[in-house]
């Protein structure tokens, strides 16, 4: 049974870190590109960022979109089926559900570029919830 499964997510005061992980299984996590991907309060899901395969396409470069470019960090460990995404200097604007999803198809830019419409990505994390809040 494919299965993403995220984790991490809580209550954490504006200026400070965290760490979101997504434990894969059922499948093996080499060959896919892997997104992180959010949504605020009354906002449309938007990437944050992504990574892609370099098993796969010979590309795994790592694509942030600007408003979290600089602090912040996604990494995968293939031998684990683990996806991380650190964070640092958080902000309100930061809260929401987080969720890791993976896709055969595109790059990293590809997927975290998509917009709600195109996030057509073969399998979703069912979202850990992070807030930024004094």
């Known amino acids: 049974q494919v299965q993403l499964v995220e984790s991490g997510g809580g209550l954490v005061h504006p200026g400070g870190s965290l760490t979101l992980s997504c434990a894969a299984s059922g499948f093996t996590l080499d060959y896919w590109t892997i997104g992180w991907f959010r949504q605020a309060p009354g906002k449309e899901r938007e990437g944050v960022a992504c990574?892609?395969?370099?098993?796969?396409?010979?590309?795994?470069?790592?694509y942030y979109v600007d408003s979290v470019k600089g602090r912040s960090t996604i990494s995968r460990d293939n031998a684990k089926k683990m996806v991380y995404l650190q964070m640092s200097s958080l902000e309100p604007e930061d809260t929401g559900v987080y969720y890791c999803?993976?896709?055969?198809?595109?790059?990293?830019?590809?997927?975290?570029?998509?917009?709600?419409?195109?996030?057509?990505?073969?399998?979703w994390g069912q979202g850990t919830e992070v807030t930024v809040s004094s």
């Open positions: 990574i892609g395969s370099s098993i796969r396409n010979n590309d795994g470069r790592t």
């Open positions: 999803a993976v896709t055969y198809r595109g790059t990293a830019q590809d997927m975290c570029d998509a917009t709600p419409t195109n996030q057509r990505f073969d399998y």
